[in-house]
Antibody
Framework: EVHLLESGGGLEQPGGSLRLSCAAS????????MNWVRQAPGRGLQWISY????????YYADSLQGRFIVSRDNAKNSLFLQMNRLSDEDTAVYYC??????????????WGQGTLVTVSS | QSVLTQPPSASGTPGQRVTISCSGT????????VNWYQQLPGAAPKLLIY???QRPSGVPDRFSGSKSDTSASLAISGLQSDDEADYFC???????????FGTGTKVTVL
């Protein structure tokens, strides 16, 4: 069974940094691209970043302005999100989601339960 | 932040049919398949419909999707109380080189 478990969330001050992790199990992690998606309290979903199977290709939402870095360790079945220069606008639940690319299109087929990041002084 | 537009709410009585629209542009809905996600209260999103009208294993055939030009729709027939949730459409955007979500629609069963 596919399982994604995020961790690393918590309370951080504005201007600070946090590193989120996503532990994957139940599938061959190195065979799938991965994504991070966030959801601010009471708001909709926002795609944050994508990383390819090998980690050599990454994409980010323009609004992040280069503050976040996605990476992965296939040997440890883990996905990471380094978040820098945090602001209160980054307060959200952060989800990791598995990327499934079919001949007909791309979708996120499995999601973790999310980890809450709160940015506040 | 949301590039795809959905109505904020939709409702119906048990057994009724509810339709949710998703409006995009030529760079996303117009050129890439649309997926739909269901988010039950307090839970993570779950894939509901993919590549316009395909259903993952376990999703009842009461849920169906369609697409026309730069718009897509999700239909829920035989509405049940368990269907109360937020629903989001999504697609890859070729111009942004990223995945875009809809604004979300809250479905209420009256």
């Amino acid at each position: 069974e596919v399982h994604l478990l995020e961790s690393g969330g918590g309370l951080e001050q504005p201007g600070g940094s946090l590193r989120l992790s996503c532990a994957a199990s139940g599938f061959t992690f190195s065979s799938y691209s991965m994504n991070w998606v966030r959801q601010a309290p009471g708001r909709g979903l926002q795609w944050i970043s994508y990383i390819s199977k090998s980690g050599d290709t990454t994409y980010y939402a323009d609004s992040l302005q280069g503050r976040f870095i996605v990476s992965r360790d296939n040997a440890k079945n883990s996905l990471f999100l380094q978040m820098n220069r945090l602001s209160d606008e980054d307060t959200a639940v952060y989800y990791c989601a598995r990327d499934l690319l079919l001949p007909t299109g791309r979708l996120f087929d499995y999601w973790g339960q999310g980890t809450l990041v709160t940015v506040s002084s | 932040q949301s590039v795809l537009t959905q109505p904020p709410s939709a409702s119906g009585t048990p057994g009724q049919r509810v339709t949710i629209s998703c409006s995009g542009t030529s760079s996303n809905v117009g050129s890439n398949p649309v997926n739909w996600y269901q988010q039950l209260p307090g839970a993570a999103p779950k894939l509901l419909i993919y590549i316009y009208n395909q259903r993952p294993s376990g999703v009842p055939d009461r849920f169906s999707g369609s697409k026309s030009d730069t718009s897509a729709s999700l239909a829920i027939s035989g509405l049940q109380s368990d269907d109360e949730a937020d629903y989001f459409c999504a697609a890859w955007d070729d111009s942004l080189n990223g995945y875009v979500f809809g604004t979300g629609t809250k479905v209420t069963v009256l």
